[in-house]
């Protein structure tokens, strides 16, 4: 079974700086998909970057960029210029050819000002 | 486009009863998945429909249920309800068979249910 790991419950960072969370995960699959998601206080859950396991190419999307080391079974999610409203909590998932999602158990972020 | 959407937002029901969830998808998709998620936990699979079959289950008992509609939308049923089942009641649509980006998973704002 697939199993998403992250190992920081709560992290915090000063407006404007650059801060990493990390998210590990087990699969004896070689075709899958990574996603971060961000959920804020509304409890809507919202999607933040994806990442193709077979792309070698790591995910940019703004602000939001991941550092994906497949053998290592490594996906972390860089956020640059860190801004209020991105404080949240953040979730790593993994998706297998079957198409359900495998949550870790999030990383709480505070962004301070 | 117009996004996933679920009713009620809140429910209050107890221990014993039945409810019912329900979700619409995104326009353009045809999967509904619905996720479970205790307070400070990430949420967990309940199950999977597509083309109105379930497609996938994960850890729950048989007294969560659900349906898709011609119009994929769903509706996700559970009988005896217990205090464990609340939760934050998560769906979310895709469109499988779309290929790469066009399956992933959008979510709606989700369905608090309290079981007293």
């Known amino acids: 079974a697939q199993t998403v790991t992250q190992s920081q419950p709560e992290m915090s960072v000063q407006e404007a700086e650059t801060v990493t969370l990390s998210c590990t995960y087990d699969?004896?699959?070689?075709?899958?998909?990574l996603f971060w998601y961000k959920q804020p206080p509304s409890r809507q859950m919202i999607l933040v970057i994806r990442?193709?396991?077979?792309?070698?190419q790591n995910a940019t999307e703004n602000r939001f960029s991941v550092n994906f080391q497949k053998a290592a079974k490594s996906f972390s999610l860089k956020i640059s210029d860190s801004q209020l409203g991105d404080a949240a909590m953040y979730f790593c998932a993994y998706r297998s050819p079957v198409h359900k999602l495998t949550f870790g158990k999030g990383t709480l972020l505070t962004v301070n000002p | 486009e117009t996004g996933v959407t679920q009713s009620p937002t809140h429910l209050i029901k107890t221990r014993g009863q039945q409810v019912t969830l329900r979700c619409s998808s995104q326009s353009g998709h045809n999967t509904v998945s619905w996720y479970q998620q205790a307070l400070g936990q990430g949420p967990q699979f309940i199950f999977q429909?597509?083309?109105?079959?379930?497609?996938g289950r994960g850890n729950f008992p048989p007294r969560f249920s659900g349906l898709q509609f011609p119009n994929y939308s769903s509706e996700l049923n559970v009988n005896a309800l217990e205090l464990d089942d609340s939760a934050l009641y998560l769906c979310?649509?895709?469109?499988?068979?779309?290929?790469?980006?066009?399956?992933?998973?959008?979510f709606g704002p989700g369905t608090r249910l309290l079981v007293l």
């Open positions: 979310a649509s895709s469109l499988v068979g779309g290929g790469g980006s066009q399956e992933t998973q959008y």
């Open positions: 990442q193709e396991a077979y792309k070698q």
């Open positions: 699969t004896s699959e070689s075709d899958y998909y």
């Open positions: 429909y597509y083309r109105e079959e379930e497609n």
